[in-house]
């Protein structure tokens, strides 16, 4: 027994089919059908001996169809014309009785009544179709067409204009980045009129612009045709101007900030899909990159597709244990001792190689994946305090910044491993306060109210102000290593390290400059007074048994320092 959603599909299929064909072909093959079942139903009333037997009804057949496809208007003519055919036809073939004016009106008045009442539901029902599918392709709050009528109006496009010499269709997507300040500052009312003024503007790009889509609360895509690459790029440069200026939403005056992100019909085999994809890959580009508007390249796909991947394996490699903590050692530049130790993570893959963390840690901060990240750090450098002692550093995200069960659970490793709150410090850096300060303030405040210490990393290239210092909790400052770079040769670079590190002092902040790697640098920074340094100059991040195996051999080389100079020290002053 067939399956009945096999013979659905397969009716659906031939009616795309059908509905794909030209309309003149259409009307012409339904005018055939409707005339062919006049004239059979007109024949075998003829061949069964006349209108006195049931076979008149039989009519109605192409009286309904003609409702289904032209509404009251072609039913009601098709139901006049089997009217008047049956009026022909007599009482009875064989006697050659004619049939009383009487018995083909009542046949004429029931296909009329009929064939107006089904016209008339089917014109309802075609109007109640069209009403939704207008409602399925618009935005209900905008007005504006959807991504429904974009993919629509796109695969048209597509499969009636081929690329030519160079130009093809051109789809532009469209992002207001800062809706979500707009809609917290006037409601998602100015939102949705936003978008509106933005779609108005966007006439004025000229014939080549065939539609304007609102895809999200936030997007808008434009279809242009024909276009080619600079003109794209040129009509991009456009948007922006026109989409951002003088813009009123609710009364009030806006600025959108716009970032956009464009596709071009290449190959033959282009979908809808595959455009809007493009356009999307490459808006998301231009935000990562801080710009306005980036054209699709096959490169940006590829490296969404390694990132995903490298996310998939980041998971995967937590649950097998392939991240270890590695320590960089900081010097207390005064003494010449080690002061202390930044946890490092590391990633061992299946092969024994390290992974860099400027290859995984960028994109694990974006993802909730930095959370049991952190976590694991946490504990490696919980663990090593406990047994190796000194203090240690961590990083932390913005992200780990503002989860509240994160920094609990950190105050319970503390608890529970028995270290001294003191021995741990926590690194952010600028970018990730001044995302929310305030939030960012009481997370710190927590922590210090744990007794952890608070370090901003990489000090002077985010904020670039000095004042929110005065009102954060924090105990230090690692000044980034782009300052240390020029000591030895710029002498605007030592000024500039000098007021770094009296900034620190000023605010009674221990100091630490990282990235030092030559001799002369150090030498500076012991001059300037700074209190800490780390670099390769000292050593590199280590694995526990090589830092300490690092350690034992300098504290060696150290009190061997420390004996001769006290020798040399007691030989001066014997009399001679």
């Known amino acids: ?13 031939v009616e795309r089919r059908w509905q794909s064909c030209p309309l003149v072909l259409r009307h012409g093959g339904q005018i055939f059908v409707l005339v062919a079942l006049l004239m059979a139903g007109t024949a075998l009333v003829h061949v069964t001996g006349g209108t006195q037997y049931a076979y008149p009804y039989l009519m109605l057949i192409p009286v309904l169809l003609a409702g289904t496809w032209y509404t009251w208007g072609g039913s009601l003519l098709v139901a006049l014309t089997a009217g008047l055919l049956m009026a022909a036809i007599p009482l009875s073939v064989e006697t050659g009785e004619p ?15 009929i064939g107006g009442f089904a016209g008339g539901l089917f014109e309802r029902l075609r109007q109640s179709y069209h009403n939704a599918e207008l409602a399925s392709r618009t935005d209900p709050r905008a007005g504006l067409p959807n991504d429904i009528a974009l993919e629509a109006d796109l695969a048209r496009w597509l499969k009636r204009t081929p690329r030519q010499d160079g130009r093809g269709i051109g789809v532009v997507l469209v992002r207001v980045d800062d809706i979500s300040e707009i809609m917290e500052a006037l409601g998602a009312d100015a939102a949705d009129e936003l978008m509106v003024a933005i779609s108005g503007r966007m006439a004025q790009l000229g014939p080549n612009l065939q539609g304007c889509y609102r895809v999200s609360g936030a997007e808008l895509v434009l279809l242009f045709w024909p276009v080619g690459l600079k003109e794209l790029g040129r009509l991009a440069h456009q948007v922006v101007e026109l989409g951002e200026d003088n813009l009123v939403a609710l009364g009030v005056p806006l600025r959108a900030q716009l970032v956009l992100g464009s596709s071009l019909q290449g190959a033959e085999n282009a979908t809808p899909g595959s455009l809007i994809r493009e356009a999307r890959i490459a808006m998301l580009a231009a935000s990562e990159k801080h710009r306005v508007h980036c054209h699709y390249q096959p490169s940006f796909a590829r490296r969404s597709l390694q990132n995903i991947r490298l996310i998939a394996r980041v998971r995967r490699g937590l649950a097998q244990g392939e991240f270890e903590l590695h320590y960089q050692p900081k010097l207390h530049l005064a003494s010449g001792r080690v002061s202390g130790f930044e946890g490092l993570i590391r990633w061992r893959d299946e092969r024994g190689a390290l992974i860099a963390p400027g290859m995984f840690m960028p994109k694990v901060e974006n993802t909730t994946l930095i959370a049991p990240v952190t976590r694991f750090v946490m504990k490696e450098a919980c663990r090593f305090a406990r047994r190796h002692g000194g203090k240690v550093s961590i990083n932390f995200s913005v992200r780990n910044l503002m989860d509240d069960d994160l920094l609990e659970e950190l105050n319970r490793l503390v608890e529970e491993t028995g270290i001294h709150p003191s021995q741990l410090e926590v690194e952010v850096t600028e970018s990730a306060l001044v995302l929310d300060l305030f939030a960012a303030k009481q997370a710190l405040e927590r922590l210090r109210g744990y007794g952890i210490q608070i370090s901003i990393d990489d000090f002077g290239t985010g904020f670039s102000s000095f004042e929110y210092l005065r009102h954060l909790p924090i105990t230090g400052l690692k000044i980034d290593r782009a300052f240390v770079e020029g000591l030895e040769k710029d002498e605007r670079a030592r000024k500039l390290m000098a007021c770094l590190i009296d900034v620190g002092h000023a605010l009674d902040l221990e100091v630490t400059a990282e990235g030092v790697e030559t001799q002369g640098q150090h030498r500076i920074l012991v001059e300037l007074g700074c209190d800490q340094a780390q670099g390769f100059l000292y050593s590199k991040a280590l694995p526990v048994e090589e830092l300490l195996a690092w350690h034992h051999e300098r504290e060696q080389l150290m009190r061997q320092a420390e004996a001769l100079t006290s020798q040399r020290a007691s030989s001066s002053v014997l009399p001679r």
């Open 1 to 13: 027994m067939a399956d009945p959603s096999n013979i659905l599909h397969a009716w659906r299929a």
């Open 99 to 113: 049939q009383a004016t009487l018995n083909w009106m009542i046949h004429l008045g029931l296909y009329l009544v």
